[in-house]
């Protein structure tokens, strides 16, 4: 068994000018890995989902934004901090309902604004602390998967099965991700989980990376379309199911990947724990609900076309193609996080 198998998304060469990235479109065919150097290669390795995922993507625009401007500290200071700030509106554009890169970038902001007030301080010191500021991102994001694990673990019984839905494992953050956090931890503690992957249309996710991630690790993973949630839920078959999320709002609805809020209605009816897991860095207390949480619509051709290659619907059709829905927080049993477990009505006033 190998489940404690690095699989990491992303990293920085050892000169740190470039931003490693697993690219994870070619997942699980090839392992490709790309060295990123341009503010324009990371954010169209973001834009094309070369790397995703919530919390990989934050680490991924506050890595390139360090990588980025590292080509810029032979300029003074202020010079420095403006350039940056140009940077960081590009990269937070990229794909706009994961919270995480505003959350990444406004800390490595503020790191930089304290550090201008320091008296003679170099463009290099400054860098040099935005690159310590986004390590210890990386580490929180890290410790905040184990403990998002245990807690998860806490609610599942051996021999149980758990449906997941898109990617929320090592692929998509630091440590063993999120909502795949607990079914690492049950595979080491033999736990003899059936777990179920959606394929998650139209991108592929759940086949491509999921069910990639946790067959290579040793686990018992089945697949199934995005459409037979149903007949398995009726089967019995689902004890649990667990998934990720990109944004919280404050009210404790959940923005995550299209088909998510499918499955809370589904898991509802047959009378299943629906859990959302995720590091409270995900919680945006300035979105009241979710209907304040930007939705991204992507291109028609990922549905039409399946990653650009074989046209599969007629080609003047139109189509609807948002990345991720809302889940309205009374269909979440509970909401998984590294300080434990919330529960509806969810309050999150005082992280
Ligand atoms: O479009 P993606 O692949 O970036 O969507 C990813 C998801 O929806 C994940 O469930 C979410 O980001 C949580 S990852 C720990």
């Known amino acids: 068994m190998n489940f404690a198998q690095p699989l990491k998304p992303l990293s920085l060469s050892d000169d740190r000018k470039s931003l490693i990235v697993l690219d994870q479109r070619l997942l699980p065919n090839k392992e490709l890995f790309l060295e990123l ?3 324009e290669e990371i954010f169209e390795a973001i834009q ?60 490595l902001r503020s790191v930089m604004i304290s550090a201008l007030s320091v008296n003679n301080i170099s463009s290099e010191t400054i860098l040099e602390l935005m690159y310590a500021e986004a390590s210890k991102i990386e580490k ?50 033999n736990y003899g989980l059936r777990i179920y992957s959606t394929e998650t249309r139209p991108l592929l996710q759940g086949a491509r990376l999921t069910a990639y991630e946790l067959t290579k690790a040793g686990a018992d993973v089945t697949l199934l379309c995005d459409n037979a949630a149903a007949s398995l839920m009726a089967k019995g078959e689902i004890n649990a199911v667990m998934t990720g999320c990109d944004r919280i709002a404050a ?84 909401i998984i996080t590294e300080r434990g477990i919330y529960r509806y009505p969810y309050d999150f006033s005082n992280i």
Not at 157 to 179: Q, Y
Request: proline letters at 7%; aromatic letters at 8%.
């Open 251 to 334: 009210n404790g609805d959940v923005a995550n990947k299209i088909g998510t809020s499918n499955l809370a209605i589904l898991a509802s009816h047959y009378k299943i724990p629906f859990y959302i897991l995720g590091p409270l860095s995900t919680v945006d207390k300035s979105a009241p609900d979710g209907e304040s949480v930007v939705i991204e619509e992507r291109d028609k051709r990922e549905v039409t076309e399946m990653w650009f290659k074989e046209r599969v619907a007629p080609e003047k059709i139109k189509v609807y193609n948002p990345a991720f829905d809302i889940t309205k927080a009374e269909m979440i049993t509970a």
């Open 48 to 107: 094309s989902l070369k790397v995703r995922g919530a919390p990989a993507l934050g680490l991924a625009a506050a890595y390139g934004l360090c990588v980025v401007m590292s080509e810029y500290t032979q300029n003074p200071p202020m010079d420095f901090f403006r350039k940056s700030e140009r940077i960081i509106y590009y990269f937070e554009s990229a794909r706009p309902t994961a919270v995480n890169p505003t959350i990444t970038l406004n800390r």
């Open 140 to 189: 929180e994001e890290s410790e905040a998967s184990g403990k998002i694990g245990e807690s998860g673990l806490s609610l599942l019984k051996p021999g149980w099965g758990v449906l997941t839905h898109c990617n929320a494992g090592k692929l998509a953050a630091p440590g063993f991700g999120t909502a795949l956090s607990p079914l690492y931890l049950a595979l080491e503690r």
């Open 37 to 39: 150097k341009t503010k």
